[in-house]
């Protein structure tokens, strides 16, 4: 009976062998080896005393602080009892199961942040115009000092004024959408801002409180160094490009620079909210400023 369980035994540890599980859950030298060397169980099994008897191991194991096995141990025990843990067997398995890690973000220019924050710190309590007696917050912009994109559009709306950041609502899920596309990240690879710095209480756009903040826009983009600028809408894009027309149409041909960027205007997204037929026309552009900043 004996030899037919370690024939049975032999047999299943060969197949476990045969399909790679020998080298992950046996060490070298293992019980299994001796059993497979074996045969099977056609002498004495190798793994049990061959000297001094029962009471002479039992000695010996004591001496060694060893603790004697169980009352009618099976092989199977004796296999479990040399096996490694998991976490000795194949350190690369382990590695293998492991999530990849994260791509590491490119260095931030420490240098070039402490810039835009000084700058801040300078414009956040601007009254240089009547502008900054009905605003709730002056708009400074928000996104990277190390943007490869400098995206740009009029004024701050009333959701823009009151969190003090530009593009929420609408306009800015639309510019999130237009992001995703172009695989561009709104916190790591643009810098987003307004000409306008602050919402009038009056009108969305004042041209002469535009140009007031112009010298904020300036420094920004001296200080961020972006390889583009995407203008949003006909009014910012005649101002920065001193268009007195401002046909949006005719600012969409050709090639545009300001402070030695290049820059690409195309229509204002909540024209584009409103007409959705012009989101073909405005892919065309953001395909130019795709070109540019890769």
């Given at each position: 009976m004996a030899d037919n369980v370690y024939s049975l035994l032999?047999?299943?540890?060969?197949?476990?062998?045969?399909?790679?599980?020998?080298?992950?859950?046996?060490?070298?030298?293992?019980?299994?080896?001796?059993?497979?060397?074996?045969?099977?169980?056609?002498?004495?099994?190798?793994?049990?005393?061959?000297?001094?008897?029962?009471?002479?191991?039992?000695?010996?194991?004591?001496?060694?602080?060893?603790?004697?096995?169980?009352?009618?141990?099976?092989?199977?025990?004796?296999?479990?009892?040399?096996?490694?843990?998991?976490?000795?067997?194949?350190?690369?398995?382990?590695?293998?199961?492991?999530?990849?890690?994260?791509?590491?973000?490119?260095?931030?220019?420490?240098?070039?942040?402490?810039?835009?924050?000084?700058?801040?710190?300078?414009?956040?309590?601007?009254?240089?115009?009547?502008?900054?007696?009905?605003?709730?917050?002056?708009v400074f912009g928000a996104g990277s000092a190390d943007g490869r994109l400098f995206v740009l559009a009029d004024a701050p709306s009333a959701a823009d004024d009151v969190a003090g950041l530009p593009f929420q609502g609408e306009a800015g899920a639309l510019l999130d959408s237009i992001l995703g596309k172009m695989k561009v990240d709104r916190k790591s690879g643009i810098f987003a801002t307004y000409l306008q710095k602050c919402k009038s209480a009056d009108a969305e756009f004042i041209r002469g409180c535009a140009e007031v903040c112009r010298s904020i826009l300036d420094r920004q983009i001296s200080i961020i160094e972006p390889k583009a600028v995407l203008v949003f809408g006909e009014s910012a894009a005649g101002v920065l490009l001193g268009d007195d027309r401002g046909e949006i149409e005719r600012m969409r041909m050709g090639d545009h620079s300001y402070m030695g960027v290049p820059v690409v205007a195309t229509y204002g997204l909540q024209l584009m909210i409103k007409d959705t037929s012009l989101r073909r026309g405005a892919w065309r552009d953001i395909e130019k400023v795709l070109s540019i900043i890769r």
């Open positions: 032999a047999g299943w540890l060969r197949y476990q062998r045969d399909i790679g599980v020998d080298g992950l859950v046996f060490g070298h030298g293992s019980a299994l080896g001796e059993i497979l060397a074996g045969g099977g169980r056609s002498g004495p099994y190798k793994g049990a005393p061959a000297d001094g008897g029962d009471a002479a191991v039992v000695s010996r194991r004591a001496k060694a602080g060893e603790k004697p096995p169980a009352v009618g141990a099976s092989a199977g025990s004796k296999l479990a009892a040399r096996m490694k843990p998991i976490d000795e067997l194949d350190p690369g398995m382990l590695e293998r199961k492991r999530p990849p890690a994260p791509a590491q973000a490119a260095p931030v220019n420490s240098a070039r942040r402490e810039r835009l924050a000084g700058l801040y710190r300078e414009v956040i309590g601007c009254e240089k115009c009547p502008m900054s007696s009905s605003r709730a917050k002056l």
